[in-house]
C-alpha cells in the first residue's frame, strides 16, 4: 500500500465582469529631466467586499481569516523569479520588470525572502470588537500566485503564472507573478493560523507592510471590512453535506494519512478543495476565491463555473495515451531528454506498525524525483486484451513537439487495493537506507508509481511547463478498464511520495542505534533514457536512537536546509 498526503496549491478562477466596464489605462509619467520614467507595475490593495461572514465550528473552533483582500497589478504584471544556487545558498528573489522588449530586475533585500512560500509577513491585520478593543493582531505571507481573477475585462484571459508557491524545502527556484489587470488574494489559507474569534461583529483592518510598500511602491492605503463571525456545527441540517464535503478532500483520496480537515468557507466562495494536487507531508491550503471585486471604475463580478471560467475547483485534464502501440523500430533519437534528479528525503518520522504489524518500529519518509528537463517524461502504456500488465514505452519528440522516437521502458501493473485503484510505472525509483559507510541497510519495498507532478520543484529551468496537466492521481494514472494510460513527469514538476506504511517505510527494529543516510533513487534500473545519470541520487543524513517500541530520529540540516 501507498500513501500520499497533498500539499498546497491555490487554484486561479477567471473572473468576468457582468457587464461591460470602461477602465482607464495606465499613464507613464515624464522623468523631471524630460526623459522617459521606467515604467513597472503599479501595485494596489483592494478589498472585494465591505463586510464578510466567516463560519466557527463548534467541532473545529476558530476561524480562517479570508477578509477578501486583493493585491491588484496594473501598467504590467507583478514578476518575482525566487532561486537559490543550491542548497548551500540563501533563498533570493529578483523583480523582473518588462517594458516591450526591453528587461530590467531589482532584487528585494538580503534575507527577506527565506523560503519559496511567499512574501513573509506582507499582510498586517489589525481586528477590533465593537467596543473597539483589539482583539487580534497577525502578519501573513503573501503569495502572488494565490486564487486570482481579472479585475478588467480587457485584461488576459488566463494567467500565465503558476498556481500557488510550493512548500517543499527542497525545491530550487519558484515564479511568482500577478497578472496585469488581474488581482491575488492576500489570504494564506492553512499557512495562516486560525483566529480565536468567538460569534460576534468585529472590524477588520488590512495594510501592507511597510517594507513592500516601499520596495514596490504600494499607496498606504488599508482596507476596512466589517467581520460577522457566526458558530455553526456539522450536525446542523443543510450544513452536515457540506461540512462531509470539507472534510472529505474529494473522491477517491480518503486513504490519504495526515490529511487536516478542510477549512470551511462559505458557500458561494468555492474554497472547498475538491481535487488533489500532491502527496507530501504538507496540508493543503484551499482555494480562497474572490465573490467580488473592484468597487472604483468595476460593476460587480460573479463568481462561478460557466463558458470560460472556473471556480477552482476543477480536476486536472488527464494526458492522453497514443492512439495505438507503436509499430517500427524502436529508436532513441538524438532530441532533448528529461532529466531526472531526486531530492534529500524529508517528513521524517518513527512510526510503529500498528495492529497490522505490532511490536514493529519504522522509519518514514518522503521522497521526490523530479525532471530538470529540457524535455518531459512521456511514458504510455498499452495492454494487450486480457493481459494484467501493459506494456510500457518512453516517447521522444523533437523541438517543434512531434514525435520522433520510443524506446520499450518496462512494465505497468494496475492495483487493485482500496486508496490505489490505478496503473503503477515500475522501476521508477527506489529507496534505501545505507548504513554510516553508505552500504545499504534496508530496501524499501516500494519501486512502482503512478506519476503525478504534485510539486514545482523548480521552474526556473528550462522549458518548465507552470501549468503542467496530471496533477491529481485521479486523472494521472487510468482505471481499472483502461486500454491504454499516459504518465507524464513535466519539466520543473516532482513527484512525491510518502512512504510511511509498513513495505514502504525502512523497518528498523533491529538495526542498531547511529548514524545512517535515506538513499532517493531515480531510474534505478537505467531503463529510462535521460540526458544525465549521474545525479539520480540523492542522500540524508538521520541519526537513530532510542529503544525498541520508542526509537527515535534526529534529522540534522541538509546544508542550510533545517526542514524536516
Known amino acids: 500500500m501507498m500513501t500520499r498526503t497533498p500539499h498546497a496549491r491555490l487554484r486561479r478562477p477567471v473572473i468576468a465582469g457582468a457587464a461591460a466596464i470602461a477602465v482607464v489605462a495606465g499613464v507613464v509619467a515624464a522623468a523631471p529631466d524630460g526623459k522617459r520614467a521606467q515604467p513597472a507595475p503599479k501595485l494596489s490593495l483592494i478589498a472585494a467586499s465591505t463586510s464578510v461572514t466567516l463560519d466557527s465550528w463548534k467541532e473545529e473552533p476558530g476561524v480562517y481569516l479570508d477578509l477578501g483582500t486583493y493585491v491588484t497589478a496594473e501598467n504590467g504584471p507583478l514578476e518575482l523569479k525566487v532561486t537559490r544556487k543550491s542548497y548551500k545558498d540563501p533563498v533570493v528573489a529578483t523583480q523582473i520588470i518588462r517594458d516591450g522588449r526591453t528587461t530590467r530586475t531589482k532584487t528585494l533585500p538580503a534575507g527577506l525572502v527565506k523560503d519559496f512560500s511567499g512574501l513573509p509577513g506582507f499582510a498586517e491585520i489589525t481586528v477590533t470588537d465593537t467596543a473597539g478593543r483589539t482583539?487580534?493582531?497577525?502578519?501573513?505571507?503573501?503569495?502572488?500566485?494565490?486564487?486570482?481573477?481579472?479585475?478588467?475585462?480587457?485584461?488576459?484571459?488566463?494567467?500565465h503564472y503558476p498556481e500557488g508557491c510550493p512548500v517543499n524545502p527542497f525545491t530550487l527556484?519558484?515564479?511568482?507573478?500577478?497578472e496585469n489587470g488581474w488581482a491575488s488574494n492576500t489570504y494564506s489559507g492553512y499557512y495562516s493560523d486560525k483566529a480565536d474569534l468567538p460569534a460576534g461583529q468585529y472590524t477588520a483592518k488590512v495594510s501592507i507592510a511597510k517594507r513592500y510598500r516601499d520596495h514596490f511602491g504600494i499607496a498606504d492605503k488599508p482596507q476596512t471590512i466589517k467581520v460577522t463571525v457566526r458558530e455553526r456545527s456539522w450536525d446542523e441540517g443543510g450544513g452536515a453535506a457540506g461540512a462531509a464535503e470539507h472534510r472529505s478532500h474529494g473522491a477517491g483520496h480518503a486513504h490519504h494519512q495526515g490529511q487536516r480537515?478542510?477549512?470551511?468557507?462559505?458557500?458561494?466562495?468555492?474554497?472547498?478543495?475538491?481535487?488533489?494536487?500532491?502527496?507530501?507531508?504538507?496540508?493543503?491550503?484551499?482555494?480562497?476565491l474572490p465573490w467580488a471585486l473592484k468597487k472604483a471604475g468595476l460593476a460587480a463580478a460573479r463568481v462561478g463555473d460557466g463558458a470560460g471560467r472556473t471556480d477552482g475547483s476543477r480536476r486536472a485534464p488527464a494526458a492522453k495515451a497514443?492512439?495505438?502501440?507503436?509499430?517500427?523500430?524502436?529508436?532513441?533519437?538524438?532530441?532533448?531528454?528529461?532529466?531526472?534528479?531526486?531530492?534529500?528525503?524529508?517528513?521524517?518520522?518513527?512510526?510503529?506498525?500498528?495492529?497490522?504489524?505490532?511490536?514493529?518500529?519504522?522509519?518514514?519518509?518522503?521522497?521526490?524525483?523530479?525532471?530538470a528537463g529540457p524535455a518531459q517524461l512521456v511514458v504510455d502504456g498499452f495492454r494487450a486484451p486480457g493481459k494484467k500488465l501493459m506494456d510500457a514505452y518512453q516517447y521522444f519528440y523533437d523541438a517543434k513537439g512531434k514525435q520522433v522516437g520510443y524506446t520499450p521502458t518496462g512494465t505497468m501493473e494496475w492495483d487493485p487495493r482500496p486508496g490505489h485503484e490505478h496503473w503503477h510505472f515500475t522501476d521508477f525509483a527506489s529507496y534505501r537506507l545505507l548504513k554510516a559507510d553508505k552500504?545499504?541497510?534496508?530496501?524499501s519495498?516500494?519501486?512502482?508509481?503512478?506519476?503525478?507532478?504534485?510539486?514545482?520543484?523548480?521552474?526556473?529551468?528550462?522549458?518548465?511547463?507552470?501549468?503542467?496537466?496530471?496533477?491529481?492521481?485521479?486523472?494521472?494514472?487510468?482505471?481499472?478498464?483502461?486500454?491504454?494510460?499516459?504518465?507524464?513527469?513535466d519539466v520543473g514538476s516532482g513527484d512525491t511520495y510518502t512512504q510511511d506504511l509498513p513495505g514502504q517505510s525502512f523497518d528498523i527494529t533491529g538495526l542498531p542505534n547511529g548514524t545512517y543516510y535515506i538513499q532517493v533513487l531515480a531510474n534505478p534500473e537505467k531503463r529510462l533514457k535521460e540526458t544525465d545519470l549521474r545525479n539520480n541520487s540523492a542522500l540524508r543524513k538521520v541519526v537513530l536512537g532510542g529503544?525498541?517500541?520508542?526509537?527515535?530520529?534526529?534529522?540534522?540540516?541538509?546544508?542550510?536546509?533545517?526542514g524536516n
Open 439 to 443: 552500504k545499504e541497510a534496508v530496501r
Open 173 to 178: 527556484g519558484s515564479v511568482w507573478g500577478v
Open 261 to 288: 480537515t478542510a477549512p470551511p468557507a462559505a458557500a458561494t466562495s468555492g474554497a472547498g478543495p475538491s481535487y488533489n494536487v500532491g502527496h507530501g507531508p504538507y496540508p493543503p491550503a484551499p482555494p480562497a
Open 445 to 489: 519495498g516500494k519501486e512502482a508509481f503512478c506519476l503525478a507532478n504534485t510539486d514545482a520543484v523548480d521552474y526556473t529551468v528550462k522549458n518548465a511547463n507552470w501549468h503542467p496537466q496530471n496533477t491529481d492521481l485521479s486523472t494521472a494514472c487510468g482505471q481499472e478498464n483502461s486500454i491504454s494510460v499516459r504518465e507524464v513527469l
Open 135 to 159: 482583539v487580534l493582531k497577525k502578519a501573513e505571507a503573501f503569495c502572488p500566485n494565490n486564487a486570482s481573477g481579472r479585475v478588467r475585462p480587457d485584461a488576459p484571459s488566463t494567467s
Open 547 to 562: 529503544v525498541p517500541g520508542a526509537r527515535t530520529v534526529k534529522v540534522p540540516p541538509h546544508d542550510l536546509v533545517d
Open 322 to 371: 497514443a492512439a495505438k502501440r507503436p509499430t517500427g523500430r524502436a529508436t532513441v533519437p538524438d532530441v532533448p531528454k528529461p532529466d531526472l534528479r531526486s531530492l534529500p528525503a524529508y517528513g521524517i518520522t518513527i512510526s510503529d506498525g500498528g495492529d497490522d504489524v505490532p511490536s514493529k518500529d519504522y522509519l518514514a519518509f518522503s521522497a521526490n524525483v523530479w525532471n
